[in-house]
């Protein structure tokens, strides 16, 4: 991401820091000393949120090395000041694997808790600063848990929803559904914001619905969401968001302009690294003739769905897309004889 510094690797994952993360531990400086905390109130006002972010990158882990499990690399984590991003190479390819990405974030926010919970029951310290600090930072856990597995799509709780779904019906219809749910969490979110006076609570809102929207509309178009990132983030301490990787698809197909550019930029793509089995089950009872193959983040030709059909009627079906065009057994177009 532009704009962020390298803070350090850690479990061969970089993690970076967006440089407006540095105006939160300054308004919450400023703010405590104005509201007259005092220094040391400051001082601890900003531990505190910088313990808040350090969970954030926990959460964010959970999901990273839990998609580390399946195959799929993290490129980098990046804390934002709306909380953080954890940048996946590609989308996981079974619903039940997304659905473990997805559970082990909050999965992690869980633990925190608990172990604190667990040493205050074991421990039973006295009240005093630390005793308050850490029950405080216990609590925003759970809100983490609690805000990340509501069932609006961007959120943890929606992938799970649609990894769920996803396991009796089309992906597309799945991430629909989700993306609908999605949608009608944020209009009460909206609402409850707008009957309690909370802003943040409505901004909060018209994110989620945007960004529910967003994903409705990439289940019904044609371009499909495999190729090159998934990034997913959270608000810490209350909500997600999501880098639509729609987007970035269309961002490489705009450096790949072919000829007939409009027609192209229309066709769904698949990942070069499928079976030509499952990508025609993704493709489903698509009327197209031709999409685009994804490598590496960008697209690199395009292939027909009748040299697949034969493929799989040979018995081929379980070869990856990218093998069979090395083997010539299928021939890939460029973009530009389109
Ligand atoms: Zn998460």
Redesign the pocket.
């Known amino acids: 991401m532009s704009g962020s510094w390298h803070l350090g690797r850690f479990a061969n994952i970089d993690v970076r820091v967006h440089w407006t993360f540095l105006l939160v531990p300054l308004w919450i400086y400023f703010s405590s000393l104005a509201a007259g905390s005092g220094v040391a109130g400051a001082t601890i006002s900003v531990l505190f949120v910088l313990s808040i972010f350090a969970c954030v990158l926990f ?1 964010e882990y959970g ?1 990273a090395l839990m998609a580390r499990r399946f195959g799929i690399p993290t490129r980098d984590i990046t804390i934002l000041p709306i909380g953080g991003v954890a940048s996946l190479e590609r989308m996981p390819r079974r619903p039940a694997h997304e659905l473990a990405i997805a559970v082990a ?2 999965a992690v926010n869980v633990v925190i808790a608990a172990a604190i919970f667990l040493g205050f029951a074991i421990l039973d310290p006295t009240a005093g600063a630390v005793t308050s600090f850490l029950s405080r930072l216990a609590l925003v856990n759970v809100a983490l848990v609690v805000f ?1 597995m509501l069932p609006a799509f961007p959120m ?1 709780g929606g992938r799970v929803l649609r990894s769920i779904l996803a396991m009796t019906m089309p992906y597309a219809s799945a991430t629909r559904i989700a993306a609908n749910v999605g949608q009608v969490t944020a209009v009460g979110f909206g609402l409850l914001g707008l009957i309690s006076g909370n802003l943040m609570l409505v901004f909060i809102a018209g994110f989620i619905f945007l960004a529910a929207r967003g994903e409705a509309m990439l289940a019904t178009a044609p371009v499909r969401y495999d190729v090159a990132s998934e990034a ?1 983030s ?1 608000v810490a301490p209350t909500s ?1 968001r999501d880098e639509g990787s729609s987007d970035a698809v269309k961002a490489r197909l705009l450096n790949h302009p072919g000829p007939n550019f409009p027609d192209v930029r229309s066709l769904p793509i698949i990942s070069s690294q499928w079976n030509a089995k499952n990508a025609l089950g993704w493709l489903g009872s698509n009327s197209l003739e031709k999409f685009l193959v994804s490598s590496g983040g960008s697209v690199v030709g395009m292939i027909n769905k009748s040299d697949l059909q034969r493929v799989v009627r040979e018995g081929r079906g379980a070869m990856a897309i990218e093998r069979l065009l090395a083997l010539r057994i299928i021939p890939m177009q460029s973009l530009r004889s389109a």
């Open positions: 959460h999901h974030g909050p990340n943890d997913r959270h997600c």
